[in-house]
């Protein structure tokens, strides 16, 4: 497992951008997909963007187009960009980290969580 470490939360006004970085430690940072969730109060967690170990990225269907993931293996870095932001993106967001090979997509394939950080968007 990879120790994760989110940063860039905060306050924004709609239309507005912040990105989100996610330090990860380890010396096989590359061997690893990585993903990030999101968690509003009172829902459950849901999926954002992942980023695969050959830079294939996915998106959920809620902010393709707005937001971008990247990832620096020679920082150890993964990267969320997120544009045009509503109040509906309100959330705890969550880097995650999977060693292995399974849907992106699904919570139960990532094996490392980041503690998250608040993103608030006022209208």
């Known amino acids: 497992q990879v120790q994760l470490v989110e940063s860039g939360g905060g306050l924004v006004q709609a239309g507005g951008s912040l990105r989100l970085s996610c330090a990860a430690s380890?010396?096989?940072?590359?061997?690893?997909?990585m993903g990030w969730f999101r968690q509003a109060p009172g829902k459950e967690r849901e999926f954002v963007a992942a980023i695969g170990r050959t830079i294939s990225t996915y998106y959920g269907d809620s902010v393709k187009g707005r937001f971008t993931i990247s990832r620096d293996n020679a920082k150890n870095t993964v990267y969320l960009q997120m544009n045009s932001l509503k109040p509906e993106d309100t959330a705890v967001y969550y880097c995650a980290a999977t060693y292995y090979t399974g849907s992106y997509y699904s919570r139960g394939t990532y094996d490392s969580w980041g503690q998250g950080t608040q993103v608030t968007v006022s209208s």
């Open positions: 380890g010396p096989t940072f590359s061997s690893y997909a």
